[in-house]
């Protein structure tokens, strides 16, 4: 287990790594930062004051091996727009994504799962063909039109919901809705074709022969057995939690990490987008680990596989 | 028992005096209306300060609510000098400026504007840095030093000196009287005056405050708001300020709050949530003015789009091919198609308010295509491509205007290539050939200067990225920025336009652009013809 554990931590540093320097380069060969932050008309000793006074005219590999040898000590840069601490910057604005993010994944789980369990358990129903037909509806309409739409019907039609802006926890309505529609679509339909694979199991029918009543079979017998697809999903769900409503926070003038990145990219603020990807990088490899993890606890055949 | 002495009398007339002035003072202060503004974006520094934030953006929130100069710009009217902090201003010579400032005028400190604000507002400390003046030293440098140390933006002397090239210094005479002293003569001091960055900033707040950022985030101006609240990428409330020299504001609160999508800031305006919708572009005029109780205001504004040539391609560095690529362009059907109208052909690289330095009659190269197939006959031609690098819609209808000029190019045989660029970087970016690219050109001060001279001499942009370079053009530069002679002057223009747009194109101009504002019909407000939104009381109507 041990060495289960280490394998995928190396994993994690190495691609954290990559994620880093891929950044890294692919920020400062796109356009020169001092141009772009500046804008098209500034005089030219401008940008070359600008590119001295933040590193910009050394060369690109004592830039790099600086910003690694600051991020192993814990100093994740400056922001060149604002001038304060890149990781302030961006723990400033996790709260915010949070308020959506978590609501949304709740949501998804709260009603995604059970709809596609219940749709499987029903199969061939007109439910389970409404569910089949919603959940498609639900993850192949893009967020930025679904979050339109709804704005279009509950602010601009009936008035009852505020268009955007973070103002009251109304304003917060639209937004998790938009994000979690897409998230309730895929997980029922992950979660429904889980179970009716699981559902035609023989353990299934053996469980169903020795006279064990249904909701033991399915509570005791199916849904674990089918968790390991429906884990996968939230597990990408969960590391998606910081840096999953980019579109959405654009759409909503939602304060969050989805548009400090945006608004960071396009003004080639390098170290706060290198602080966002890095954080983004770490979340989602921390929640792969876990799921890894998850899949030894659901299922003893890979902790025995491992053990071997 | 009541006895009626000295204090008591007192008393009660000070209490009868009041119980008849309160209800009055009360009418006095009904509540006022607050608005709120959607816009794309707030600042793109995430600063307030005049001299760092030098965007379009920021005139929008600066100007003229918050920021005021010792001359201020006739927002609603002809754009031209009105008396601001200062009274009157009078010529001491070629290259001094006296004012008279304002007496009375407060700082939303409560600090009264004096000549020490004016000196410290042109200082090295606060824009000038470590730079001189071209042809001369600077003067009067105050030894005045804040009690922290503040950490101007690298950027900000330069931009400084952009618009003050050869400020000496600023001389305080007595409390209420500044003396600007310029190395070289210049007709255009008092245009410089009321342009973007030279405004008065109070000197106390700058002192107290423990950083830069702290004080360009809520700096101290005489504005008719203050700074009530500002949250970067997210909102700016300005508040009233009554104290304000030029009378109560109307509002009791300006609120831009940052709206990036241009279909929820129409959806906001149109479900109520805004009271005003700006940087519409114009294919959601008619969503706007279709909704009842909705309204869109459309002014030109004092911003040019060109197209700019480089000539360091063999084949652009003939000027032939050049004078073809201007008169291939049916700009009138550019502004029709694209921008349904709303917007005008201008008399080449001019603007009305040149006032007496405009040169009347002259026009852009007329549309004649049978010409432009000459003139690269005549240039022997081959079809070579010319690159045409190209951000997408960093200007309002940008890419479909390119579009179209490459098939109006291609239709008079030339070969344009666009190639899609991310950002400016990109455009400038030495590597690869370069060939035509998108510019837009502003005038700021009254004066054929900008944006010509500003742009297109020898220290403009152009000539320093390499992109073109003309001798004469260069000669007559000088003599807009340092002869007093105004027939001298005028002719200089009128020269330049000459060879700038047609016998050396540097650039060749499309159209005026324009701005669009969506809003509440109810609401008894105008657009001025710029970014700024004026809402003083003189532009709001209760």
């Known amino acids: 287990m041990v060495q289960f554990v280490l394998t995928r931590l190396l994993r994690a540093v190495i691609t954290i790594a990559a994620v880093v320097t891929f950044a890294f380069v692919v920020l400062r060969m796109s356009g020169d930062p001092a141009q772009v932050m500046l804008g098209p008309d500034v005089p030219q000793e401008s940008v070359d004051a600008f590119r001295r006074a933040w590193g910009l ?6 830039q790099y091996f600086a910003y690694l040898k600051s991020i192993l000590t814990g100093d994740f840069g400056v922001s060149m727009r604002d001038k304060a601490p890149a990781i302030q910057l961006v723990l400033e604005r996790v709260p915010a994504t949070l308020q959506l993010t978590l609501p949304a994944l709740f949501l998804k789980l709260l009603i995604g799962i059970p709809a596609g369990v219940y749709a499987a358990l029903h199969r061939q129903s007109v439910t389970d063909r409404g569910v089949i037909l919603a959940s498609i509806i639900g993850f192949t309409i893009p967020s930025f039109v679904l979050g339109l739409l709804l704005v279009l019907i509950f602010s601009v039609t009936f008035g009852v919901l505020p268009s955007g802006g973070q103002d009251t926890w109304m304003h917060g309505i639209l937004p998790t809705l938009t994000l979690s529609i897409g998230g309730i679509g895929i997980l029922a339909r992950f979660s429904r074709s889980a179970m009716i694979e699981v559902m035609g199991q023989p353990f299934i029918r053996t469980a169903s022969a020795k006279g064990l009543k249904w909701r033991e079979v399915v509570w005791g017998h199916a849904l674990p057995n089918a968790a390991i697809p429906i884990v996968t999903i939230v597990g990408f769900m969960v590391g998606s939690l910081i840096a999953g409503a980019v ?7 939602w304060p969050g990490i989805g548009r400090l990145l945006v608004v960071s990219v396009t003004n080639r603020d390098l170290a706060v987008v290198q602080c966002i990807l890095l954080i983004i990088a770490a979340a989602m490899v921390i929640s792969n680990l876990v799921v890894d993890l998850l899949y030894g606890w659901l299922d003893p055949r890979l902790r025995a596989h491992v053990a071997h | 028992m009541f006895t009626l002495n000295r204090r008591r009398a007192l008393g009660l007339l000070g209490a009868t005096a009041g119980s008849i002035a309160l209800p009055r003072f009360a009418i006095g202060q009904t509540a006022r209306p607050s608005v709120t503004i959607a816009v794309q974006k707030i600042t793109n520094n995430n600063t307030l300060d005049i001299w760092y934030e030098q965007s379009n953006v920021g005139e929008r929130v600066f100007f003229p609510n918050l920021w005021e100069g010792l001359i201020l710009r006739d927002w609603m009217g002809n754009q031209g000098p009105v008396p601001g902090l200062a009274t009157e201003w009078r010529r001491i010579d070629d290259k001094t400026l006296e004012l008279t400032l304002r007496q009375g005028v407060k700082f939303h400190n409560g600090d009264e504007l004096t000549a020490e604000d004016v000196v410290f507002s042109f200082s090295a400390e606060r824009v000038f840095g470590d730079t001189q003046p071209a042809g001369g ?23 400084g000196r952009r618009l003050w090239p050869a400020l000496a210094g600023v001389e305080a005479v007595d409390k209420y009287t500044v003396r600007f002293h310029n190395a070289t003569p210049d007709v255009t001091l008092e245009g410089r005056l009321y342009s973007h960055g030279s405004q008065i900033a109070n000197r106390r707040a700058w002192d107290e405050a ?17 700074v009530g609240e500002y949250r970067p990428d997210v909102s700016l409330t300005l508040v009233a300020f009554d104290d304000y020299w030029g009378g109560r504001p109307p509002l009791e609160q300006i609120r831009f709050v940052e709206v990036p999508e241009v279909s929820s800031r129409v959806n906001g305006l149109l479900s109520g949530e805004y009271d005003f919708a700006c940087d519409l572009p114009p294919d959601q005029i008619a969503a706007v003015q279709s909704a009842p109780g909705f309204e869109v205001q459309n002014s030109t504004i004092w911003n040019h789009r060109i197209s700019v040539f480089n000539t360091q391609i063999p084949i652009l560095a003939d000027p032939l091919v050049r004078r073809a690529m201007t008169h291939s362009i049916d700009r009138q059907a550019i502004v029709d198609s694209l921008w349904g109208g709303q917007t005008v052909i201008p008399a080449g690289l001019q603007f009305e308010s040149f006032g007496d330095m405009f040169v009347q009659g002259w026009t852009v190269p007329e549309f004649n295509p049978e010409l432009a197939r000459d003139l690269l006959r005549q240039a022997n031609y081959k079809g070579d491509p010319i690159p045409y690098r190209l951000l997408n819609n960093y200007y309002t209808n940008q890419t479909p205007t390119a579009q179209i000029l490459v098939e109006m190019w291609k239709q008079v045989g030339l070969n344009v290539e666009i190639e899609m660029k991310e950002n400016w970087a990109q455009i400038h970016e030495p590597a690869g050939v370069k060939g035509v690219r998108d510019w837009s050109a502003s005038n700021t001060i009254n004066d054929p200067i900008t944006p010509m001279v500003v742009q297109f001499g020898p220290n403009g942009e152009v000539q320093q990225k390499q992109d073109w370079t003309n001798a004469e053009v260069n000669e007559l530069s000088v003599v807009m920025e340092t002869s007093t002679d105004k027939a001298k002057r005028k002719q200089a223009f009128a020269r330049m336009l000459e060879i700038c747009e047609r016998e050396d194109p540097a650039y060749t101009v499309l159209h005026q652009n324009a701005v669009f504002t969506g809003m509440k019909s109810s609401l008894k407000w105008k657009a001025a ?4 939104m004026d809402f003083r009381s003189s532009n709001w109507t209760s």
């Open chain 2, 210 to 226: 423990s950083s830069y950022n702290d004080w360009a985030r809520k700096p101290i101006t005489t504005g008719p708001y203050m």
């Open chain 2, 137 to 159: 030293r600077t003067i009067f440098e105050t030894d005045h030093k804040p009690t922290t140390v503040k950490e101007l933006p690298a950027s900000v002397p330069g931009i």
């Open chain 1, 247 to 253: 579109v959405v926070e654009s759409i909503f003038s």
């Open chain 1, 57 to 62: 005219d050394q060369p690109l590999w004592v």
């Open chain 2, 529 to 532: 013809p710029a970014f700024a």
